[in-house]
T-cell receptor, first 108, second 112 residues
Framework: QLLEQSPQFLSIQEGENLTVYCNSS?????LQWYRQEPGEGPVLLIA?????ELTSNGRLTAQFGITRKDSFLNISASIPSDVGIYFC?????????FGTGTRLKVLA | EAQVTQNPRYLITVTGKKLTVTCSQN?????MSWYRQDPGLGLRQIYY???????DKGDVPEGYKVSRKEKRNFPLILESPSPNQTSLYFC???????????FGPGTRLTVL
């Protein structure tokens, strides 16, 4: 199982919107988006459980693909504290597969 | 405070010297898991446990052992560490497999 995440790196100006994509050839029962700050463990941002589900958490919006193989995370009006590494993680029955991560830089 | 703790946070050791990284959670979570994080590879699951005495392999279990004798603890054991096990290790727990995972602060391991 493989979860391809794009882009790998993203450098944007404060206030811009951004989208991170996650694709797999495998079907997942749920998909989660995490953010990791330097020196810390990942923290859950959004969890998606139903095919086609669109969920928001403040400035963050994510959708689970109809086929349960892909997802995107959108962040609107970015701010400097959004910096970090963003991961998608697909869950099978009991196992998790993480994407390779998107490193975000926000320029003030 | 609800948390996942790991010890030690940093460890430098030599090839072949057995070591254990402890993980403990105080949230009465059933599901616990170990991951390793390497540059460019994201997090890869090593082992997971659905409940006490129930463990199974993740994607990269070779060279590792785990045990789950109590609900709160899930130690990761490296019987004979090798340099390719140099990595950043995270323990995580969740109420069940359907719930959010909470991650520990990480253990940076260097095997010389």
């Amino acid at each position: 199982q493989l979860l391809e995440q794009s882009p790998q790196f993203l450098s944007i100006q404060e206030g811009e919107n951004l989208t991170v994509y996650c694709n797999s050839s495998s079907v997942f029962s749920s998909l989660q988006w995490y953010r990791q700050e330097p020196g810390e463990g990942p923290v859950l941002l959004i969890a998606l459980y139903k095919a086609g589900e669109l969920t928001s958490n403040g400035r963050l919006t994510a959708q689970f693909g109809i086929t349960r193989k892909d997802s995107f995370l959108n962040i609107s009006a970015s701010i400097p504290s959004d910096v970090g590494i963003y991961f998608c993680a697909g869950k099978g029955t009991y196992k998790y597969i993480f994407g390779t991560g998107t490193r975000l830089k926000v320029l003030a | 405070e609800a948390q996942v703790t790991q010890n030690p946070r940093y460890l430098i050791t030599v090839t072949g010297k057995k070591l254990t990284v402890t993980c403990s959670q105080n949230m009465n979570h059933e599901y616990m898991s170990w991951y390793r994080q390497d540059p460019g590879l994201g997090l890869r699951q090593i082992y997971y446990s659905m409940n006490v005495e129930v463990t199974d392999k993740g994607d990269v279990p070779e060279g590792y052992k785990v045990s789950r004798k109590e609900k709160r603890n899930f130690p990761l054991i490296l019987e004979s560490p090798s340099p390719n096990q140099t990595s950043l290790y995270f323990c995580a727990s969740s109420l069940s497999t359907a719930n959010e995972q909470f991650f520990g602060p990480g253990t940076r391991l260097t095997v010389l």
